[in-house]
T-cell receptor, first 113, second 117 residues
Framework: AQRVTQPEKLLSVFKGAPVELKCNYS??????LFWYVQYSRQRLQLLLR??SRESIKGFTADLNKGETSFHLKKPFAQEEDSAMYYC???????????????FGRGTQLTVWP | DTGVSQNPRHKITKRGQNVTFRCDPI?????LYWYRQTLGQGPEFLTY????????KSRLLSDRFSAERPKGSFSTLEIQRTEQGDSAMYLC???????????????FGQGTRLTVV
């Protein structure tokens, strides 16, 4: 069964410090991994996806199939990064619901000035 | 705002009453999803439409829940005989999938927060 684990409910760092939000998954197959972000009073929105291999707002995430992890990293956190971050996966297995997202419980990131 | 629109934003209802939520997806999107989110948890999948066809329903969707997308555009989610455990944020998302292998970006609405008292 698909499962996404975000071990930290809360994470606080100071502005300019590196930040890493952890995400581990369990899945028998080849999933697609995503990070979604929800800023205060805004809707959930896509931050990045592993197949794009791009950096968005300074964030990167590398899929490590050996460790089944997809940690989100930023070398220098900014106050505007404060938000709720959700790791999610989509199953590519035959018969899976197209585009169905399996979410972790989320990590609330606070960046202090 | 041309994104996914959900109405109402908030709904307070008494236990046992029926409620209906509406989702207007991005106009050209053929895929539509409903999720439920409770406090401290990530969104959980409820159901999926491709155009007007409801192709998947989660075990979370009890017999009291029904969803429709009659013309392949807007969708409604109805909960009959609401219970306190139904209190949650109900999220709608849409995406454009032209091929069965497409996993394009899902765009979310702002959700409908249901409180059952």
């Amino acid at each position: 069964a698909q499962r996404v684990t975000q071990p930290e409910k809360l994470l606080s760092v100071f502005k300019g410090a590196p930040v890493e939000l952890k995400c581990n998954y369990s899945y028998s197959g080849s999933p697609e991994l995503f990070w979604y972000v929800q800023y205060s009073r805004q809707r959930l929105q896509l931050l990045l996806r592993h197949i794009s291999r791009e950096s968005i707002k300074g964030f990167t995430a590398d899929l490590n199939k050996g460790e089944t992890s997809f940690h989100l990293k930023k070398p220098f956190a900014q106050e505007e990064d404060s938000a709720m971050y959700y790791c999610a996966l989509i199953s590519r297995n035959r018969g899976s619901t197209l585009g169905r997202l399996y979410f972790g419980r989320g990590t609330q990131l606070t960046v202090w000035p | 705002d041309t994104g996914v629109s959900q109405n109402p934003r908030h709904k307070i209802t008494k236990r046992g009453q029926n409620v209906t939520f509406r989702c207007d997806p991005i106009s050209e999107h053929n895929r539509l999803y409903w999720y439920r989110q409770t406090l401290g948890q990530g969104p959980e999948f409820l159901t999926y439409f491709q155009n007007e066809a409801q192709l998947e329903k989660s075990r979370l969707l009890s017999d009291r829940f029904s969803a429709e997308r009659p013309k392949g555009s807007f969708s409604t989610l109805e909960i009959q005989r609401t219970e306190q455990g139904d209190s949650a944020m109900y999220l709608c998302a849409s995406s454009l999938g032209l091929r069965s292998t497409d996993n394009t970006e899902a765009f979310f609405g702002q959700g409908t927060r249901l409180t059952v008292v």
